[in-house]
């Protein structure tokens, strides 16, 4: 799980530069380790640390500070169902008992992630992702796809990008400010899935 | 306001008392001048603000600019406010009382109360603070959160989770204080808890200080659990017996027995911190394997004896030797763990009733003279240990401040934090290296050429004097011999560039440091070092910030009360190699395990074969008492009243904590005293503070004192009165630097056991060296001889396998495994892997070590630390004055992958 050549290149030469202190280039580091890995070992901790003159313990607990950076592997697709007020009122808690179903996991886990045995998925309650307008709101490897009804869970499972938000993407750390200008913000919003949404939560 | 300078103080009120304070003060400080005790938990003086518990809260009011309203007060954190003139504190405002019962009912939620099995019950500041300042009850009936509970950190300290409060002080304290961050608060809120990267026991020498600092029961010592109430507990002051600092120390008994360890405030030597060695190391003293009393050797070997038996014996013994070949044929070895007053007893001892000036308390000493700086009238240390820090630069030389002095290394990081620049010169990466502003890595034994290029370096760009003017160091050309850098850079092994660099930052601080290493002072080239380093501070124009370590918890006071070679003595190096030659007939050893602290195990043991008579004081059956004639069982530092005297020159009394009732054991000086008294010539002594007075006395460096024992902080005195500023001029050492150093013939030519490993103990005594250092064809050449003959750099590591600390099994199980630290181009070469085993094979056999692979042993050297392993290092070495050689070959056994793989996660 060792950090690639071109990772520790990238750490060295773009993010330790680009701040005052070297620590600060910590987070980067991490998102970066993390998107080559899909999530971080302790090793990978080391080697940060190594990079940045940190104790790999200060790297691990910043790492397991934030819930976006795994500290167990993750499955292929990383399905976080929102469980905030509005997709709760939308009903989010029966969607994620439905995908919990479907793909043979025991319901009611908490707040743990949770991995089907073949890698395949992992599934996890997760904060307000700010788009209520489309609860219940499911994220999809930090792409936004709702709303997510616990009937349409089988449709879900079998083609995600169907309910994708079209246009609306999640921006990556790594990729810097540039990734904020998302072409066709309001494009890609359905009326019609807003309109549901909402219609079915107060029914 | 432009121009007038800052007011020296600030004037503030507290519960409506002015006080004036420094500015920038905490108003918690504030009000503690005031003399009003704000409650805390997370703010500690030590470190560094957190504001995380807001215990501290005060209503605090700021003055108004003139002219404009009052401002109204408001709730403020007085740990994180400085002050400012006119401000009020009112530490007991109602809105501040409620504030503070709001905090403790908060923390309180999820804290167990588990004070009646708590071990901080009694002594616990939230314990504490919840009765003075928190609600009578609290709200809360929910669910406590349950969390880890009785978790090892260490096999040191342990960790109740649920008992935390999230203060910070751990987490800061190992950050801040010996710079070793292993422990964090892992995910965040209502889940915080304390763990370690993957779960990994920390591995810092200093983590004990953690359980001092945590405020309610969360960190406790895995040896003190569950042992003890603090109201049970009867205290003794003391100072820690394990290395030269001289940390102060409390000495918690119960029951006649030491149950914990807990650092003293002095702010002149420890602060308030302790090492864990110092800590946990204590068990011995209550040991089932302490000598309970003399043995004397029979036909069939040693057996326990009565006091006056021993006593007749080894005077019967030491008389017939003295009479036989007079007292000059009698050695006397050790001291430097002894307090003064045993010291002192000793002295006289050896002088008045053995007769002898083969006297020495320097384990392996090549050199008679004791102090290398003798010859600049100065004394080995010069400088208060406080000096650390604040210091514009600290050249170490020749040291492992971390293994040697610990706790003098976290006020050294301290003096580096607060702007000193540290200049590390030693043959292999060190922790201060990791501070380092320069690092010399120089080649083994090359100390001096180093010391001598940093000289050449200031002759070529000489520090400024106070008008501006470059000082005049002609003098110190000539007392170089006009050696210039680059030629010193090559015997050295030193980048020329790094030692002007080096001499240049030196050259530059205001109040520059020097600090050498103990062995530096004992090694056959210590005068030419002294002088070097004597010259150095007198470049500077700092004469007398030059200071030589030394060994032992008494090593100062044990060479100021004359446990040094007299006139025409040994130094202790040679009573061996003598004693061993047959030419010492007796060996007088007090407190010292010869065959595992002698550089040359082998002779060590020829030397108690050979000698006619071996008499021993002793804690443990040590394998170097097992060989004596009559073993006297002796009191440790922890169970005696007297004093000791640390690395700087302090004074400091120590109490006996344990007191040897119902056992046979005897302070050292009452031994002597009651010896000497059988062969006829008694000392005279009868209690310690009769010797005390003596020592007062006799000793010159206490003169000053005018016979009376300073107080609990101990009084720092001078045994050379220290010359005034830039005083005198440089004097010539007697050094070389040859162009064709022997060793590279002797040496180079062979890869296993050099020819020189063959000679007779005396012949090599008598071929007493000048001092070479091994040149670099030498190390080239042995290299290129492809048996993978390496110079061996060894000196002992904090805690070993030293037989006091395998008393105490949670400390003893934090030691390595026996190991040698290879360069990772050599192991390549040699096909060694990390964590496999090594043969270590040296002039006078090979011993196993576990390999680690790194780059901190530059290609060339390898480290083995001499206070691991059974049988030490020592057991491959000969006594010589050269760095040795040693071959390094992978040990192939069966399963040894498995093996290996497990000892390099250990450590």
Redesign the interface.
């Known amino acids: 799980m060792a950090l690639s050549q071109a990772a520790r290149t990238r750490i060295v030469d773009e993010f330790i530069p680009r701040y005052p202190s070297k620590r600060a280039a910590l987070m980067p580091a991490l998102w970066l380790a993390q998107e080559e890995a899909g999530w971080l070992a302790n090793e990978t901790f080391e080697e940060i640390g190594e990079l940045l003159d940190l104790h790999v313990t200060d790297v691990a607990a910043v790492a397991s500070f934030y819930v976006m950076f795994h500290r167990r592997p993750v499955g292929e697709l990383l399905i976080e169902v929102c469980e905030n007020p509005s997709c709760y009122l939308a009903g989010s808690d029966a969607t994620h008992a439905r995908i919990c179903e479907r793909l043979g996991l025991p319901a009611g886990h908490g707040h743990g992630m949770q991995s089907t045995a073949d890698g395949k998925y992992s599934v996890r309650p997760t904060e307000c992702l700010a788009a209520c307008d489309y609860a219940p709101v499911v994220q999809v490897n930090l792409r936004f796809h709702g709303p997510v009804r616990a009937d349409d869970v089988e449709a879900f499972l079998d083609d995600p990008a169907r309910f994708s938000i079209e246009g609306k993407p999640s921006f990556s750390m790594v990729a810097g400010p540039q990734a904020l200008a998302v072409d066709g913000w309001e494009a890609g919003a359905p009326e019609d899935a807003r309109s549901q949404g909402g219609s079915r939560a107060s029914g | 306001m432009t121009g007038a300078p800052p007011p020296a103080t600030v004037t503030v009120t507290v519960d409506g008392k002015d006080v004036a304070v420094p500015p920038g003060t905490l108003a918690v400080e504030a009000a503690r001048m005031a003399g009003v005790d704000v409650p805390v938990f997370c703010y500690h003086p030590k470190l560094s603000l957190a504001g995380a518990c807001r215990m501290c809260m005060c209503e605090i009011g700021m003055a108004s600019p003139p002219g404009q309203p009052p401002r109204p007060p408001g709730l403020m954190t007085a740990c994180t406010t400085r002050v400012s003139n006119g401000m009020t504190i009112n530490t007991e405002a109602p809105a501040a009382l409620k504030a503070r019962e709001g905090v403790i009912e908060f923390l309180l939620i999820n804290h167990p109360l588990d004070c009646p099995v708590c071990d901080a019950g009694g002594e616990c500041p939230l314990q504490d603070n919840s009765h003075a300042w928190g609600p009578k009850e609290g709200r809360f009936t929910e669910q406590k959160r349950l969390a880890r509970k009785g978790a090892a950190l260490s096999p040191l300290v342990v960790l109740d989770q649920e008992r935390c409060i999230a203060c910070y002080r751990c987490t800061r304290f190992m950050?801040e204080v010996p710079g070793?961050?292993?422990?964090?608060?892992?995910?965040?809120g209502f889940a915080s808890e304390l763990?370690?990267?993957?779960d990994a026991p920390m591995k810092s020498r200093f983590q004990g200080n953690i359980i001092d600092l945590c405020p309610c029961g969360a960190l406790t010592s895995e040896t003190y659990r569950f042992k003890a109430r603090p109201q049970d507990l009867d205290h003794a002051d003391s100072v820690c017996g394990l290395c030269p600092v001289g940390c102060n120390v409390i000495l918690d008994t119960r029951s006649n027995q030491v149950t914990r360890v807990r650092p003293r405030q002095n702010e002149a030597v420890n602060e308030i911190w302790v090492c864990d060695k110092g800590r946990f190391a204590h068990h011995w003293s209550s040991s089932p394997n302490r000598l309970s009393g003399p043995w004397v050797r029979g036909a069939d070997g040693l057996h326990p004896a009565t006091w006056r038996q021993a006593y007749q014996e080894a005077a019967r013994r030491l008389a017939a030797v003295k009479a036989a070949h007079g007292g000059g044929a009698i050695g006397v070895i050790g001291g430097r763990n002894l307090t003064n007053e045993d010291a002192h007893a000793l002295a006289r001892f050896a002088a008045e009733v053995l007769e002898t000036p083969h006297v020495d308390f320097r384990v392996g000493a090549q050199v008679a003279e004791a102090n290398p700086l003798s010859p600049f009238g100065l004394d080995a240390f010069n400088t208060g240990l406080d000096a650390a820090e604040k210091a514009g630069a600290i050249l170490l030389v020749g040291t492992d401040v971390h293994d040697e002095v610990p706790v003098q290394w976290l006020r050294i990081r301290k003096g580096v934090k607060a702007g000193a620049r540290l200049v590390v010169a030693g043959p292999r990466a060190t922790e201060a290296d990791r501070l380092a502003f320069h690092r010399l890595r120089h080649r083994p034994g090359s100390e001096l050429a180093l010391l001598v290029g940093i000289l050449a370096a200031l002759v070529e760009s000489p520090p400024l004097d106070a008008d501006g003017a470059p000082r005049d160091l002609s003098g110190l050309a000539a007392a170089i011999g006009g050696t210039g850098v680059d030629q010193a850079a090559v015997h050295a092994g030193v980048d020329a560039v790094t030692i002007r660099a080096a001499a240049a930052t030196l050259a530059g601080a205001r109040d520059p440091l020097v600090y050498v290493g103990a062995r530096l002072a004992i090694r056959h080239d210590a005068g030419a070092i002294g002088m070097a380093v004597g010259n150095l501070g007198r470049a500077l124009g700092y004469p007398a910030r030059v200071n030589f370590l030394v060994e032992g918890a008494n090593g100062r006071g044990a060479e100021w009360a004359g446990l040094v070679p007299g006139p025409g003595g040994l130094p202790a190096g040679h009573i061996i190699a003598k004693a061993a030659a047959g030419e010492i007939k007796a060996l007088y050893v007090v407190g010292e395990n010869l065959l595992e602290t002698h550089p040359d195990a082998a002779q060590a043991r020829e030397a108690l074969e050979r000698a006619e008579v071996v008499i021993v004081h002793e804690l443990f059956p040590t394998v170097t008492a097992q060989g004596a004639d009559v073993v006297f069982a002796a009191t440790g530092l922890m169970e005696k009243d007297g004093t000791t005297t640390s690395v700087e020159g302090r004074l400091q009394r120590i109490y006996a904590a344990v007191h040897p009732h119902g056992s046979d054991r005897v302070p050292d000086w009452r031994i002597l005293s009651d010896l000497a008294a059988a062969m006829g010539a008694g000392l005279g002594y009868s209690a310690a503070s009769e010797v005390t007075k003596d020592l007062l006395a006799d000793v010159p460096a206490y003169a000053s004192l005018e016979g009376k024992l300073p107080g609990s902080a101990g009084v720092l005195v001078r045994a050379v009165a220290v010359p005034a500023a830039g005083g005198g001029g440089f004097l010539t050492a007697p050094f070389h630097l040859p162009t064709a150093p022997r060793a590279a013939a002797g040496e180079g030519s062979t890869t296993t056991s050099p020819g020189r490993a063959r000679m007779p103990a005396d012949q090599r005594e008598r071929e007493a060296p000048p001092a070479v250092p091994p040149s670099p064809a030498a190390a080239l050449g042995a290299l290129a001889a492809g048996g993978g003959a390496l110079f061996l750099v060894a000196s002992p590591e904090i805690v070993g396998h030293e037989t006091i600390v395998a008393e105490t099994p949670e400390l003893l199980s934090t030691v390595p495994e026996a190991y040698v630290e290879v360069n990772r181009d050599d192991a390549a070469r040699l096909g060694i892997v990390a964590g496999g085993l090594v043969e270590v094979r040296g002039p006078a056999g090979a011993v196993t070590r576990v390999a680690r692979v790194n780059g901190r042993v530059p290609s060339g050297t390898c480290f083995a630390p001499e206070n691991l392993g059974s049988p030490r290092i020592n057991a491959i070495l000969r006594w010589s004055t050269e760095v040795p050689l040693v071959t390094l070959r992978p040990v192939v056994v069966e399963g040894a992958e498995a093996t290996g793989a497990a000892v390099a996660g250990a450590r």
């Open positions: 950050d070793e961050a292993e422990l964090a608060f892992f995910s965040r763990r370690t990267a993957g």
